[in-house]
């Protein structure tokens, strides 16, 4: 099978040739039609160190399961999470990290709209939004950012603000249902909000926290780190709190899949679509990267097998 990997910190990608792997126990083997490429996994061929496994997002057919799979079986189409060859042919799949695929939906649907749209509804969830209040999604225009912008608005937002790192991309975050879009580098990210949905963290970090009216919650989901100082939280009563997915799937298996279900549900009925601003052939991953890496995407980033 092809599979695709790095030498050295910062690429470039390429394709080898790969024995496919046999499932571990509790494993799916999955052949990938649509692969998700996300800035965390960008961040760790420009940052790691050393060489990792390329995994993330995955959608396709289960050809082969391992000891002690239960849910699943070959044949059936699943999405999830792959943590480790996820950029090739053939990945594994941990069980508890697979969500089915209705035959409503595309390998790419399913790759842009699950996992995103997990960690944006379990973002806006660890939030705690009250009907007619604000928020601001940085990240607005990615793939998680897109989707947490139409899900504040569906989960009764009355001022969603976008925030961008590109004046280019205001049009289509308000295309998304966004009130106002702010630029990062803006002094003025104009009204206060009541809470914040942060996938950048790092130096935006503080300017998030600077948004929020006092009373104001900011969740961090991004792999950017950075800095809050207690006093900025103590004078306005602000508080911050970190939300990992992976976290949810392993130790609340329920609350994943009453997540998963519901976006589903809003798919069907068309409310929530996600948007896809390029699918890339899997010899084209560095390409792939390079749109990420750049911020020009407007929606997911899809490998094709």
Known sequence: MRRVRYDSAG???????????EPAPGELLVRCAAIGVTLPVVRKV?????????????????????????????????????????????????EVMASPVPPTASAVDAVALVRSGLVAYGALTAARP??????????AASGVGQLAVRLARLLGAARVVGAVSDPGKADFVRSLGADEVVVYGDGDWGEPVDYVLDGVGGDLLGPAVTALAPGGRLVAYGSGGGTVRAYDLLVGAK????????????????????WRRELWRLFDEGTLRPAVHGEFALAEAGRAHEEIEARRNLGKVVLRT
């Open 130 to 139: 009250a009907a007619g209040e604000s928020a601001l999604v940085t990240a």
């Open 239 to 258: 508080s911050v709190t970190g939300f990992q997915m992976a976290r949810i799937a392993r130790e609340e298996p329920e609350t994943y899949e009453r």
């Open 11 to 21: 690429g470039p990608l390429f394709l080898e040739e790969a024995p496919v792997p």
């Open 46 to 94: 420009t940052e790691a160190a050393e060489p990792v496994p390329l995994g993330g997002e995955i959608a396709g057919e289960v050809v082969a399961v391992g000891e002690g799979v239960t849910r699943f079986r070959a044949g059936e189409r699943v999405t999830g999470l792959c943590f480790g060859h996820g950029y090739a042919d053939y990945a594994p799949l941990q």
